[in-house]
């Protein structure tokens, strides 16, 4: 089993800039994958940035050049800087691991963009 665990999450102004952190815990080996989604009021889940186990990084269109996401498999953490926040950033951020085929969530980050 996998356990993962957000942090970073909170209240900034438009045009800021957060810092969420993920910590992996349990079988972290032979993760061969990470990523980020959220999902706000009246959305379904949506992919934010995935770092493959090749260590190449997909963004969603409306996230690049914004966010950018890393990964530190020596702490078993995955990070997610984001500048220029948005508004319609505002959602519940979820950290995302893929071991052995399969996939496990942390609970979430609450990230709240307005002034």
């Known amino acids: 089993q996998v356990q993962l665990v957000e942090s970073g999450g909170g209240l900034v102004q438009p045009g800021g800039s957060l810092r969420l952190s993920c910590t992996a815990s349990g079988s972290i080996f032979g993760i061969d994958a990470m990523g980020w989604y959220r999902q706000a009021p009246g959305r379904k889940r949506e992919l934010v940035a995935v770092i493959t186990s090749g260590g190449g990084t997909d963004y969603a269109d409306f996230v690049k050049g914004r966010f950018t996401a890393s990964r530190d498999k020596a702490n078993n953490a995955l990070y997610l800087q984001m500048n220029s926040l948005k508004p319609e950033d505002t959602a519940v951020y979820y950290c995302?691991?893929?071991?052995?085929?399969?996939?496990?969530w942390g609970q979430g980050t609450q990230v709240t963009v307005s002034s």
């Open positions: 995302y691991g893929r071991r052995a085929g399969v996939g496990y």
